[in-house]
C-alpha cells in the first residue's frame, strides 16, 4: 500500500469484525468460541509497532439491522456456517429466535451503534 502510494495512506475499518454480533452466535451454534477477527484496534496497534504517526477519525455507524428474521438467519447461516436443516442450523433458528430484537420494523441482535476509524499516515520513501 505504501508503494502504490502517492502523499498519503489511508485505511477505513471498523472499531470491531463486521459480524461481531452475529459470532457471538457461534457458541451456542458450533459449542466453542469463533476466532475473533482483527479490527481497527490491532490495526492501530501495528502502525505504532512500526513507529508510524497517523491520524484517526472515527464515526458512528449505524447498527447492523435487518428486513425481517427470515432475512436475518439467511446471513446468519453464511456467517456461522451452517446447513438449512442440520442440527446446528436448528441450534442456530433457536438462538436467534430468543436474541433478535425488533425496532421500527426492522430486527437486530443488538442496536449498539458501531464505530468507523478512518486512519492515515505518510508513507515512508526508501
Do not use: K
Request: proline share 7%; aromatic share 6%.
Amino acid at each position: 500500500m505504501e508503494a502504490a502510494a502517492g502523499r498519503l495512506c489511508a485505511a477505513a475499518l471498523l472499531d470491531r469484525p463486521p459480524r461481531t454480533t452475529i459470532d457471538a452466535l457461534w457458541p451456542e451454534v458450533h459449542g466453542e468460541e469463533r476466532v475473533r477477527l482483527p479490527a481497527l484496534p490491532e490495526f492501530l496497534e501495528l502502525l505504532l509497532a512500526r513507529s508510524f504517526l497517523f491520524e484517526v477519525r472515527l464515526v458512528e455507524r449505524p447498527p447492523m439491522s435487518y428486513q425481517d428474521r427470515e432475512e436475518a438467519l439467511r446471513i446468519a447461516r453464511r456467517q456461522v456456517w451452517t446447513n438449512v436443516g442440520s442440527d446446528a442450523d436448528l441450534r442456530l433458528q433457536n438462538a436467534l429466535s430468543q436474541r433478535l430484537i425488533e425496532r421500527d420494523g426492522r430486527v437486530a441482535l443488538s442496536w449498539e451503534p458501531g464505530i468507523i476509524g478512518v486512519v492515515s499516515w505518510h508513507p515512508r520513501r526508501r
